[in-house]
């Protein structure tokens, strides 16, 4: 099993840019969650999807941020526009059921200059 | 809403010494369930180990173990003979019981505390 992965791993780009965060969960797995993290907040939960459905997104900070789950294997986190105070690193996970451990992609660095 | 906090930034220990890490934790609800996970340098978030709030005795995954205290909403995680693979930062995190409100299955993730550990 590959487990979750996530592209690209690093993104640098410009201020006003579009970032667009890509995901893939493991096989089979029904929830996909995506979380922030900084140094000033932690880690905070973003967005999840049950069955490609987002549940929640009370989590995504503005408007400038999105995200769809248009099947079951794969999931993209847009910004648009880009700016510097959304440099983070932005973590996919995935698990089988709503209580089943989560497991983490490695991340992806994202810094906007 | 329920928060988690982790009050030491920093710790250190010596190899193959045993060293414990602090967790409280605020929420209203009789069920849940609590975790550590390990962050090494390469980012990747790792599963330590996990509590189920109903359960009484103490989870334990080899040289991690947890002291559970429900009622002082406490749950410290103890890592013994440490190693220097050990050296990471490491996240109480809780998550609910219950589905409500969107809540079902979220994470919610202390600051951290950065583990060193000296040869």
């Not at chain 1, 989590?59 to 400038?64: I, K, L, Q, S, V």
């Not at chain 2, 589905?99 to 993730?109: A, D, E, R």
Request: proline letters at 5%.
């Amino acid at each position: 099993d590959a487990g979750v992965i996530q592209s690209p791993r690093h993104e640098v780009t410009e201020m006003g840019q579009e970032v667009t965060l890509r995901c893939k969960p493991i096989s089979g797995h029904d929830y996909l969650f995506w979380y922030r993290q900084t140094m000033m907040r932690g880690l905070e939960l973003l967005i999840y999807f049950n069955n490609n459905v987002p549940i929640d997104d009370s989590g995504m900070p503005e408007d400038r941020f999105s995200a769809k789950m248009p099947n079951a294997s794969f999931s993209t986190l847009k910004i648009q526009p880009s700016e510097p105070r959304d440099s983070a690193v932005y973590f996919c996970a995935s698990s089988l059921g709503a209580y089943n451990e989560q497991f983490f992609g490695p991340g992806t660095r994202l810094t906007v200059l | 809403a329920q928060t988690v906090t982790q009050s030491q930034p920093e710790m250190s220990v010596q190899e193959a010494e045993t060293v414990t890490l602090s967790c409280t934790y605020d929420t209203s609800e009789s069920d849940y369930y609590l975790f550590w996970y390990k962050q090494p340098p390469s980012r990747q978030m790792i599963l330590v180990i996990r509590q189920e709030a109903y359960k009484q005795q103490n989870a334990t995954e080899n040289r991690f173990s947890v002291n559970f205290q429900k009622a002082a909403k406490s749950f410290s995680l103890k890592i013994s003979d440490s190693q220097l693979g050990d050296a990471a930062m490491y996240f109480c995190a809780y998550r609910s019981a219950f589905s409500y409100g969107g809540s079902q299955g979220n994470l919610i993730f202390g600051k951290g505390t950065k583990l060193s550990v000296k040869p």
